[in-house]
């Protein structure tokens, strides 16, 4: 449930990567209160395919416009990058990209960054 409207695992798991929060209601469409890596995987590379981002269908501002955020890329040359604006200092960020060879091995540091990051209290089932 998001603000009254019921929603199912995939648009849960989308609100997740793109807010990283889920409320209480939301977190019960989970089965077992877990992130299916096979389901992300899947709705991840979808979204990159068809938009060139995720999470968000353009590129985040970069440095201190904006904030600390993890982002994949899948640009026109098809080539593959984890975006990361990290906090360094107080307020202030610094961008890095790096590039991966495959989808599947950008989509996995994606989910183990974003899972040692916290993911608002939720662990991912490796094995489902």
């Not at 040359?77 to 975006?83: R, T, W």
Request: proline residues 4%; glycine residues 6%; negative net charge.
């Amino acid at each position: 449930m998001s603000d009254g409207i019921l929603i199912n695992e995939e648009q849960a798991l989308l609100k997740l990567f793109a807010t990283d929060h889920l409320n209480v209601p939301e977190r019960t469409i989970l089965p077992n209160g877990k992130v299916r890596a096979s389901l992300a995987r899947e709705l991840i590379e979808k979204h990159l395919c068809l938009y060139g981002w995720f999470p968000a269908t353009e590129q985040y501002p970069t440095g201190d416009q904006g904030g600390a955020y993890y982002q994949l890329e899948l640009d026109k040359n098809e080539s593959l990058s984890l975006h990361s604006n990290v906090e360094y200092a107080y307020l202030r960020y610094k961008h890095s990209k790096k590039r991966f060879s495959s989808i599947p091995q950008l989509i996995t540091a994606y989910l183990r960054v974003k899972e040692d990051e916290g993911l608002d209290g939720l662990s991912i089932d490796w094995d489902r």
